[in-house]
């Protein structure tokens, strides 16, 4: 059997959702291609993973997202177009998109949860321990949540969840934990996980956001999981499995820095505006036109 702590280079992006909640932008074009300022989400998402170490980036998509390969493929016309006319600089990021690690693309085919999109996986990443990274959440470039998740999987051999307080009355909207500190560490075991929860019946207001590491224990466990909430195959159901496991556990890493949920239009606006807000190129006058637009409302 392959070492549990062996090395992590194998990143999982599920992105086989449609995106109904920005109808009808999203109509034609995959959620994952909306743009944060002049990147796409999921670009700012696969440089996560490349920036933990994770060069090798499996992608679970689904119908109508074939712009998601093309995105992350080359465009020689393109190239050679902004070359002949000394755009160095555009032609620098349209590169860059090019060389981002190995990326490799599988269908999930039927949309039974993201706990099925994972199991998608199982070929792909064997006998090793990976991440996986939900699109919809973009964590700050500056934060470096993957690789202290890397860490703590590496140092425990288990699976490792990312958490995030939030108001007790928003927990539903989350996977819900109940956690304990490991004593001498700056991480936590995870004793219970419970997917979308009441306010009431939630064991804390800890909620996991889309940052995950996991053994590879987790594809058989998913394998044997009952369709639960929705009728969907959960992945937090198989990490509540691997938390009664002794010989697997579940840790979480608690994140405190800013992240954005790109499939919630408030948090998107917010992205897209933050993230300009501190750009050299356009932060000063979009937040000059800001403090104008605000003063005058």
């Known amino acids: ?39 796409p989400a999921i670009q700012y998402v696969v440089e996560e993973a490349v920036k933990a170490g994770l060069n090798d980036v499996l992608m679970i998509t689904g ?10 493929d080359r465009v020689p016309t393109l190239e050679i177009q902004l070359a002949e006319q000394g755009k160095d600089s555009l032609l620098k990021t349209v590169l860059d998109s090019n060389d981002l690690g190995e990326l490799h693309y599988v269908r999930q085919g039927d949309p ?18 990976f991440a996986v990274l939900l699109g919809d959440d973009l964590i700050d ?6 690789s202290e998740m890397v860490r703590v999987q590496q140092k425990t051999g288990g699976s490792v969840v990312a958490l995030m307080e939030v108001p007790r009355e ?15 560490e700056d ?10 929860p009441s306010a009431e019946d939630a064991p804390s ?29 959960q992945l937090t159901d198989a990490l509540q499995t691997l938390a009664a496991d002794e010989s697997e556990g579940v840790y979480g890493v608690v994140f405190k820095g800013r992240r954005f949920d790109t499939g919630d239009k408030l948090s998107y606006l917010k992205a897209n505006v933050i993230l300009a807000s501190e750009r050299e190129d356009l932060g000063a006058n979009l937040l000059g036109w800001l403090k104008d637009f605000v003063k005058n409302k």
């Open 1 to 39: 059997m392959t070492d549990p702590k062996k090395t992590i280079t194998k990143a999982v992006i599920p992105a086989a959702g449609l995106g109904t909640r920005f109808l009808p932008a999203t109509k034609a074009t995959p959620k994952e291609m909306l743009p944060v300022v002049d990147r």
């Open 63 to 72: 119908r109508n997202k074939r712009a998601l390969e093309d995105h992350f």
């Open 112 to 129: 039974k949860g993201l706990g099925h999109a994972v199991l998608r996986a199982k070929v792909h990443v064997g006998d090793e321990p």
């Open 141 to 146: 470039e500056k934060e470096d949540l993957l």
């Open 170 to 184: 928003q927990i539903s909207a989350y996977g819900a934990a109940a956690i304990e500190q490991v004593e001498g």
């Open 187 to 196: 991480f936590f075991k995870v004793s219970e996980l419970v997917e979308k």
């Open 205 to 233: 207001n800890y909620a996991v956001i889309g940052r995950y590491v996991l053994s590879p224990k987790v594809f058989e466990v998913l394998e044997n999981t009952a369709p639960g909430r929705g009728n969907e195959i």
